[in-house]
């Protein structure tokens, strides 16, 4: 068995240790060869590999050994709690991904970002982001995997988008979803510990008291509607939102800018609900008439009244590469209907 040149797995994707090589195989994956050290002797050797090769999760890593793809020689190790042993030389084999499913489908966002790891986009207001019951095509999913390509390395086997965050369909704004095993989960995992910079633009009725503060409450399920989230006092989760009030129509409605501390569904929408400030156009939260609706204009008050979604887009996302470490920072603007919305409002004189 002689080494060759990495086919596809590069220095950039796994960070290489004493004795590791790439080495081709005729079915087109990769057998990954390294000789355990002295230093790590007595180590899992689930362990051990996702040290060795930290481009695999572990739990992939553990899927493959228990799918008989790890050899000691002519041995096939199929147990993940095996302790390795010095100048013990293991070969991962590591089968191409599979083609992913969904399939890709030509679908419309703009692309603001995109290197061999990740991907940041825009995402359109109206486009779901992974496909579910009565949205099984034409999601982000599918045209990420039609746009990406070949450049997608896979995610838990499958040549797949790693979706990190979502927004909702009717949520405009920035997005990013990695193109490999590392990516996706070092992205998670600074989404999990909050290390994400996130800020969100959104239009309310009435105006919030303090200008600027803190909504926070347990969000969980409305058992009255599965559809909607509620905040509640047992089975939710801790959520916190710090808002600014950007700009104030009289008040009757506000523009406010939203940087969340948590990432719960729905979060923003149920805390601005739960507050007395649902907003605008949102079809689970704002379910009558707002009374305060009647101090504005007609004009105003019929296009803030028919706006056809929630009055949200995500404007900012900073984060760190997970590959290089520098800190990137992506800001868009509002979309046109948004800013229509605003312009009608600034009419009506309560500006």
Request: net charge neutral; proline share 7%.
């Amino acid at each position: 068995m002689s080494s060759a040149p990495a086919s596809s797995l590069h220095d950039q994707d796994f960070d290489a240790k004493p004795g590791y090589t790439v080495l081709n195989t005729p079915a087109g994956g990769e057998r990954l060869a390294c000789v355990v050290e002295a230093a790590q002797a007595g180590e899992r050797v689930d362990r051990y590999l996702a040290a060795c090769l930290p481009a695999l999760s572990r739990s992939r890593i553990k899927g493959l050994i228990e799918a008989g793809c790890l050899f000691v020689g002519e041995t096939c190790v199929r147990e993940p709690a095996t302790l390795v042993r010095a100048g013990m030389a293991l070969v991962l084999e590591v089968p191409p991904a599979a083609p992913a499913t969904p399939e890709g489908e030509v679908v419309a966002f703009t692309v603001l970002f995109e290197d061999d790891d990740l991907i940041v986009l825009d995402k359109p207001a109206g486009l779901v982001v992974h496909p579910a019951p009565g949205n099984e095509t034409g999601t982000l999913v599918n045209g990420l995997i039609a746009h990406c390509g070949d450049s997608l390395k896979g995610i838990g086997g499958e040549r797949r988008p790693g979706i990190v965050h979502r927004l909702d369909k009717d949520t405009s704004g920035v997005m990013v979803a990695a193109k490999t095993e590392k990516a996706h989960l070092a992205l998670s995992e600074d989404f999990a510990a909050r290390r994400i910079d996130r800020a969100y633009l959104a239009f309310c009725w009435g105006l919030p008291a303090p200008a600027a503060g803190e909504y926070e409450g347990a969000i969980g399920r409305d058992k009255r509607d599965r559809k909607r989230m509620t905040l509640t006092e047992r089975g939710g989760k801790w959520a916190l939102t710090r808002y600014t009030t950007l700009r104030a129509f009289g008040t009757a409605a506000a523009k406010v800018e939203c940087r969340l501390a948590t990432g719960r569904t729905h979060q923003i929408r149920v805390h601005f609900s739960a507050h007395g400030h649902p907003l605008m156009g949102d079809p689970l939260y704002l379910r009558r008439l707002p009374a305060i609706a009647r101090q504005l204009p007609a004009a105003a008050r019929d296009v803030a009244l028919d706006f056809p979604r929630q009055a949200l887009h995500a404007a900012r996302l900073g984060f760190t590469h997970p590959r290089t470490g520098a800190e990137l920072l992506f800001e868009t603007p509002m979309p046109a209907d948004m800013q229509a919305l605003e312009h009608a409002l600034a009419e009506s004189g309560n500006d």
